[in-house]
Nanobody, 115 residues
Framework: VQLVESGGGLVQAGGSLRLSCAAS????????MGWYRQAPGKQRELVAT????????NYAYSVKGRFTISRDNAKNTMYLQMNSLKPEDTAVYYC?????????WGQGTQVTVSS
């Protein structure tokens, strides 16, 4: 599976962005997936997860109520809708399986939130 993230950018605090994760290969729909982020000087953290069928989601406390994860298995694509963005959300965002499969890491997409 190859994963390509897109949709990042520069936004003011309080703004919104929608990230996309496009997957190639046939394994996407059978995997529980997640969105991760890594801020400068910090470890990569898992911020949202979704089951293979999309029926269940979970969020890190820091983003709960502001971010929404979703997926469209027919399009092999996963999304992260980010609202009420804060400067502390600034990071490179990645998608991967919930296990963080080493071979699946992509380049990520940069999200920068200005105050």
């Amino acid at each position: 599976v190859q994963l390509v993230e897109s949709g990042g950018g520069l936004v003011q605090a309080g703004g919104s962005l929608r990230l996309s994760c496009a997957a190639s290969g046939s394994r996407f729909s059978v995997n529980a997936m997640g969105w991760y982020r890594q801020a400068p000087g910090k470890q990569r953290e898992l911020v949202a997860t979704i089951t293979s069928g999309g029926g269940s989601t979970n969020y890190a406390y820091s983003v709960k109520g502001r971010f929404t994860i979703s997926r469209d298995n027919a399009k092999n694509t996963m999304y992260l809708q980010m609202n009420s963005l804060k400067p502390e959300d600034t990071a490179v965002y990645y998608c991967n399986t919930v296990l963080g499969t080493p071979d699946y890491w992509g380049q990520g997409t940069q999200v920068t939130v200005s105050s």
